[in-house]
């Protein structure tokens, strides 16, 4: 049986859109689970008010943001 694929896409000037099944686990040990076929938005600016998820704010803030997987390596 294939294991159900997690996706996390990089949008263009704004947050990582995460698709689930994931298991988010905060500072605290707080977990926020993610059911597959669901997604989240993840803040990658750094100017959300709701970490780690995003609220938008990456629009007034102005990030800039257009990286492409070959752009990097890990």
Do not use: N, Q, W
């Amino acid at each position: 049986m294939d294991e159900p694929i997690v996706e996390i896409k990089v949008r263009d000037h704004g947050p990582y859109k995460v698709t689930g099944p994931v298991r988010l686990v905060d500072a605290d040990g707080g977990v926020f689970e993610v059911p597959e076929g669901r997604a989240i938005a993840l803040c990658r600016c750094g100017h959300s008010r709701t970490k780690p998820f995003c609220d938008a704010s990456h629009k007034a803030a102005g990030f800039d943001d257009c990286v492409r997987a070959g752009d990097r390596r890990p």
